[in-house]
């Protein structure tokens, strides 16, 4: 059985974890306005695989936190995440703060 997508919420935080892609995302998206309601910050740092609708989803999950007036702050993002976000030129939309080296 294929790995699904798994979340919780603690505070402004939506943690995200598993694989968030085309076949696992349907949960989410279904309860995503309920989901999203406090949220601020959405940290991607147990996701292990993430396709092009898993970035949509993010994108779209973005979307709803500008809608409530906040600025969405993305943590954790990997490297595969990051060259994803780079292909589609999502890096202005898909922001997480600066890691000091």
């Known amino acids: 059985m294929a790995e699904q997508l798994s ?16 076949e696992t995302l349907l949960p989410l998206w279904q309860q995503r306005e309920t989901v999203m309601k406090q949220i601020e910050i959405i940290d991607v740092s147990a996701l292990e695989r993430v396709d092009s609708a898993g ?3 993010l994108v ?20 595969k995440l990051h ?6 030129n999502l890096q202005q939309i ?8």
């Open 55 to 57: 970035l949509a989803l």
């Open 83 to 88: 060259s994803l976000i780079a292909l589609y």
């Open 7 to 22: 979340w919780h919420v603690d505070a402004v935080t939506l943690y995200l974890s598993g694989k968030l892609d085309g």
């Open 60 to 79: 779209h999950l973005r979307q709803i936190i500008q809608q409530q007036g906040k600025t969405p702050i993305f943590q954790g993002i990997n490297d």
């Open 94 to 101: 898909i922001v997480s703060p600066a890691v000091s080296d």
